[in-house]
Each structure stands twice: as structure tokens, then as C-alpha cells.
């Protein structure tokens, strides 16, 4: 499957889609918007650069599409208040997918760039940069800071060699990796992921100047061990949903059993082996950090988190499976299982928090 082409996991699938999946993002990023702040403004003070040239990488065009890139240049200006020094221009790239609906993201521009006038003093230039972050996406040592979330856990492919020579799946009754897929799966998922974040590591460094900083949070895992719950309950869910279907004769079972998820949730210790063999970067911060995604209502929660994965999911589903007939019965079915997992306090997430610093 091209993911470049289907994958919409951040446009096309209506306003509602976007405010679940933003108010979802919003409760992670109060955990850790002061560690990505504070890098930023380690390197700020470090550095003192007349221009800041900060990137976001898979921005989206919700709600969330400013709200960091505003906390770090607000961040920076109070640090700057309390110096007495003069505020930095700030150049600010956002970047995403070419199917990113980019209008919508320029239609706000304006006004952000006015409310950080007015509250701040600062000068904020902004510019849209579609394309691949698997790839260079900037001039070389052109950037002074690169941060991006929620986005890195996604690849740039379904992992090859989940068919046999037949063309028959071997990761039957799922869509990701569980205890009942073969080994072959398992190191199909780590191989794209390894070949994937070594490009992105790579592009990044070439991009970056000498001390510059990357903060990234993605969806990951504490422990060695692929099948941890955390990260694969809500894929199990999903196929159970259409495992549903299928037995309604809705869906056919041999197109459910060729669908994958091109995701990867790292470990700590995976990144570390990537960064350390990529070798443009040394590891200022790692550390993962768990939430319950239960509020105390679980049909409210789970109509959250079902718009969610939805709003990821559903142009994949509509193009792997020749149209949208079956969204709405899916996530229907999805909807009732999840509330059930909330009730049992079973659906929990982890998240890694990575802070790099540019060597020499």
C-alpha cells in the first residue's frame, strides 16, 4: 500500500474527527510541553541566535496545529523578559503530508501571528512544507530546533513481507503484532521501523546546525516485549471489530486478514540503538510516561477515542477495502468494545519523550 497516498490520518475526515483526536493529543502534551519547552529554551540561552528557525513535524491542521509551536516561542520570550535581552525573530516551518489540508492550517495563520505580536512583542514568520519527514525536507544547517508529536510511531509503509508467495496474509486475525503473530511479522514491523527512523535521524541531522536541539514524542512501549499491551489493545479491538463484520457477511475475511497498520510503537531502548548508530546525536532526555485514557465516563471515552482512531484510520480503510460502506458499522461495533476495555480500566497508553542534541 502507498501510505503517502491514502494515509489522511490528519485531513479529510471532518471537523469532529479532529476535535476528538485533538482533545485526546491535548492530554498528553500538558505531561510533557515542559520538557520540549524547556530544550528549546536550553539551546535559545545557549545560543542567543538573532533568527530561531524551529520546525514541526506532522503539525496536522486541528486545533493543536499552533499549540506548541506557541508554547515554545512564549517560553523563550519570558526567558528573554527575564535576561533583559532582545527577542529573537522566529521562522517557523510546519510540515506534513502533501495530503495535509494546508489551507485550512494558512487560513490561521494571520491570526496567530498577531496574538504572538500582542502578547508577547514577537515577530513570527510561518511557511507550509509538504512532504515526507522520511527524507530531507529542509537546506542543510538550516534549522535550530525540530520538534514533533504524535507522528514518528507512523512509517512510511506497511511493513513488506507480511504476505507469503501466495499473496496470503501470515499475520491472520490481527493488524499489527500480537502474541499470535508468526516471528516473521515481528521483524518485519522492526525492520521498516529501524529502516525508517535511520532515515529520519539522518535527515535530520544533515538539516540541523552543530548544537541544535530535537524534541520528539511518539507512542511507545516500556519493556522489550512487542506485545505489550499498551501499545496493541486498541489494534486487537479494531480487529475484532471487523472480525464482527465479517461473520455478518458484511466484509470479506480474506480482505480483513491482508489489512496492516503502518505503526510502530519503539521502546526506549530501540531508540537509544538508532541514535547511537546513526551517530550525528548525543540524548539530552528519554523517558517514557503512561495515562488512562478513563475520565470516570466510559461511553464518553470511548466515543473519544473512537473519533480518534477513526479520523487515523478511516481513508486507509475506505482505499484498502474499495470504499466507505463499512465505516459506520465498524466503529460502531468499536465504539461498544472499547467502552467495555474503559470499564475494566484497560486501555492505558505510552508515551516516549525524546530530547537530541546535534554533535559536532
Known amino acids: 500500500m502507498d501510505v503517502e497516498r491514502v494515509f489522511h490520518m490528519k485531513a479529510g475526515n471532518g471537523e469532529a474527527s479532529y476535535a476528538q483526536n485533538s482533545s485526546l493529543q491535548k492530554k498528553s502534551m500538558e505531561s510533557l510541553k515542559h520538557i520540549l519547552i524547556k ?3 536550553d539551546f535559545y540561552t545557549s545560543e542567543a541566535p538573532q533568527t530561531l528557525t524551529i520546525a514541526d513535524l506532522g503539525c496536522s491542521c486541528g486545533p493543536n496545529t499552533f499549540a506548541m509551536v506557541k508554547r515554545i516561542i512564549e517560553g523563550i520570550c519570558k526567558s528573554c523578559c527575564e535576561m533583559s535581552s532582545t527577542l ?7 510540515n ?3 495530503t495535509n489540508d494546508f489551507n485550512s492550517v494558512f487560513v490561521g495563520v494571520p491570526e496567530f501571528v498577531e496574538e504572538m505580536k500582542d502578547c508577547s512583542g514577537a515577530s513570527v514568520f510561518l511557511a507550509g512544507v509538504p512532504g515526507s519527514f522520511y527524507g530531507r525536507l529542509f537546506p542543510s544547517c ?3 530546533f525540530v520538534c514533533s508529536l504524535h507522528s514518528v510511531h507512523w512509517l512510511s509503509q506497511v511493513p513488506p513481507g507480511l504476505l507469503d508467495q ?7 486475525e490481527t493488524m499489527y503484532i500480537t ?20 532515515l529520519f535521524l539522518k535527515s535530520r541531522s544533515e538539516e540541523l546546525i552543530n548544537g541544535g536541539r530535537m524534541a520528539l514524542a511518539m507512542s511507545s512501549r516500556k519493556s522489550i516485549d512487542c506485545f505489550d499491551k499498551n501499545t496493541t489493545l486498541l489494534w486487537d479491538l479494531l480487529a475484532q471489530s471487523f472480525a464482527l463484520l465479517v461473520s455478518q457477511d ?6 480483513v486478514e491482508s489489512y496492516n497498520v503502518p505503526f510502530y510503537a519503539p521502546s526506549p531502548a530501540e531508540i537509544e540503538d538508532e541514535v547511537e548508530k546513526e551517530g550525528s546525536f548525543s540524548i539530552d532526555y528519554i523517558e517514557p510516561y503512561e495515562f488512562s485514557s478513563s475520565s470516570g465516563n466510559a461511553e464518553n471515552d470511548a466515543a473519544i477515542i473512537t473519533m480518534a482512531v477513526r479520523a487515523i484510520q478511516e481513508s486507509m480503510i475506505t482505499y484498502h477495502f474499495g470504499g466507505g460502506e463499512i465505516i459506520e458499522p465498524l466503529f460502531q461495533i468499536y465504539k461498544g468494545l472499547l467502552t467495555e476495555a474503559i470499564k475494566k480500566d484497560e ?3 505510552t508515551h516516549l519523550v525524546v530530547v537530541l542534541r546535534k554533535l559536532p
Open 39 to 41: 530544550s528549546a529554551i
Open 250 to 255: 458484511l466484509v470479506e475475511q480474506e480482505k
Open 142 to 144: 538550516s534549522l535550530h
Open 166 to 172: 501466495q499473496g496470503k496474509s501470515i499475520n491472520k
Open 179 to 198: 502474541h499470535r503473530s508468526p516471528t516473521a511479522v515481528v521483524e518485519s514491523y522492526f525492520n521498516q521501523f529501524q529502516r525508517d527512523f535511520s
Open 96 to 98: 506534513d503530508l502533501p
Open 88 to 94: 529573537p525573530d522566529f521562522m517557523v516551518f510546519l
Open 347 to 349: 486501555v492505558k497508553s
